[in-house]
């Protein structure tokens, strides 16, 4: 598997992850004040959504110009 390949699908299991820490912090705002925990716990899936989705945006720019 290549490099691309991995990013990639890397990318659909972190949007995995993101949606369901979503739906766990709306579900657990249902029941009142959520702990902060589960308030941030989308933010790491996040950040790496938007590494990979950058890298996989600007892949075929790099690769027409080299």
């Known amino acids: ?14 949007s995995i992850i993101f949606t369901l820490t979503v739906a766990a912090n709306f579900a657990a705002m249902a029941f009142g004040e ?17 590494f990979s989705g950058l890298y996989m945006f600007a892949l075929p720019y790099v690769r027409r110009n080299v």
């Open 1 to 14: 598997m290549t490099w691309s390949n991995a990013i990639r699908q890397s990318h659909r299991w972190l």
């Open 34 to 50: 959520p702990p902060a925990w589960i308030v941030y716990s989308p933010l790491p899936s996040l950040f790496l959504l938007l």
